[in-house]
């Protein structure tokens, strides 16, 4: 199968792409499928999709709109990060096309303008290097992380996009790709993955992002006695393509953000073992995720305003 573009993304038939996530709908009335909302907990099913014109409409938020909408809210994730995610499962293959778009587009039609994406519009790494940029060093002390903690675990990364240069502190993944993040600017080089760091343990601490990440390692960096694993989804998509990995673990701590896909993997995942994973994010309970309170914590024994960044 071709790779996934936006334009190819919305022909995917909605019904059969929520059943591939898990969800199946409870009632059926002519072209609409009626789901308990997948993207919220409910009790009576809101959340409906006309098959025939494939979109969706989630009646408890007013949101809807086309598949590529639906997974930037699913996965809380960008649409370039959407469709790395679309491009890198296997299961893709066996989507099937609407009926509204699949007789309208050809196969042959759809690959010419696959053909006409623009290199530009690609993050391109252009230069990898030691941590040293001042208003980057800046931006990290802002977010409460020491510079020789920055500089253990990331890089300075030069890269391009639409042409024009930017330079981010760089997150690597298992597969060689980057988290990038500046005080403007929020994204990731392909190909999108997870982090694992191995440290021989029995026990493993979960995180979504890379400075949740550093705040744990700020929180604990005086226990000396500190044995775990960490996994770094870089997205919440990752999570059940990680569960594998999280089993081979004895000790599961889940830090996942305190918002609606946060909240659901980590119900997901206390059903599958209570025992064996643990929901962490207690600690951060009124604030969105560990980052955010780690800073705000920081910043109030600094005496300084709290202001969050990206």
Same mark, same amino acid.
């Given at each position: ?6 334009? !190819? ?14 969800? %199946? ?52 994730? @960008? ?31 759809? +690959? ?15 230069d990898i290097r030691t941590l040293e940029n001042k208003s980057l060093l800046h931006y990290l002390e802002n977010r409460s992380i020491p510079e020789e903690m920055a500089k253990e675990h990331?890089? %300075? +990364? ?35 993955? !997870? @982090?694992? !760091? ?9 995180? %979504? ?12 960096q005086k226990s000396d006695n500190l044995q775990t694993n960490f996994l770094i989804l870089n997205s919440l998509s990752f999570f059940n393509k990680s569960l594998q990995l999280m089993d081979?673990? %004895? ?13 659901r993997f980590t119900n997901e995942a206390l059903k599958r073992d209570s025992i064996k994973y643990t929901d962490q994010s207690f600690l951060y309970e009124q604030k969105k995720d560990l ?20």
């Amino acid at each position: 199968m071709e790779k996934f573009n936006c334009k !190819i993304a919305n022909q995917i038939d909605l019904v059969n792409y929520l059943k591939t996530l898990g969800h %199946e709908p409870l009632k059926i009335k002519n072209q609409d499928y009626w789901y308990l909302s997948p993207l919220r907990c409910e009790n009576t099913p809101s959340f409906k999709v006309n098959q025939k014109l494939n979109l969706w409409y989630d009646h408890g938020t007013g949101k809807g709109g086309n598949v590529v909408d639906f997974g930037i809210e699913y996965f809380r994730c @960008t649409v370039s990060e959407f469709l790395q995610l679309l491009n890198g499962n296997s299961f893709s293959s066996g989507l099937s096309l609407s009926s509204k778009n699949n007789n309208r587009q050809s196969s042959n039609s759809r +690959i010419a303008n696959e053909k006409k994406d623009n290199l530009a519009d690609k993050i391109v790494i252009v230069d990898i290097r030691t941590l040293e940029n001042k208003s980057l060093l800046h931006y990290l002390e802002n977010r409460s992380i020491p510079e020789e903690m920055a500089k253990e675990h990331c890089k %300075e +990364i030069d890269f391009s996009l639409k042409g024009r240069k930017h330079t981010a502190i760089g997150f690597q993944n298992i597969s060689g790709g980057y988290e990038l993040r500046n005080e403007n600017f929020k994204g990731s080089s392909s190909p999108k993955d !997870i @982090t694992f !760091i191995d440290n021989q343990a029995k026990s493993v601490v979960v995180l %979504e992002g890379f400075f949740d990440y550093l705040s744990y390692k700020m929180m604990n960096q005086k226990s000396d006695n500190l044995q775990t694993n960490f996994l770094i989804l870089n997205s919440l998509s990752f999570f059940n393509k990680s569960l594998q990995l999280m089993d081979k673990h %004895e000790r599961v701590d889940l830090y996942l953000d305190r918002d609606t896909g946060g909240i659901r993997f980590t119900n997901e995942a206390l059903k599958r073992d209570s025992i064996k994973y643990t929901d962490q994010s207690f600690l951060y309970e009124q604030k969105k995720d560990l980052s955010e309170w780690l800073n705000q914590e920081q910043h109030v024994k600094r005496g300084h305003s709290f202001r969050r960044s990206i």
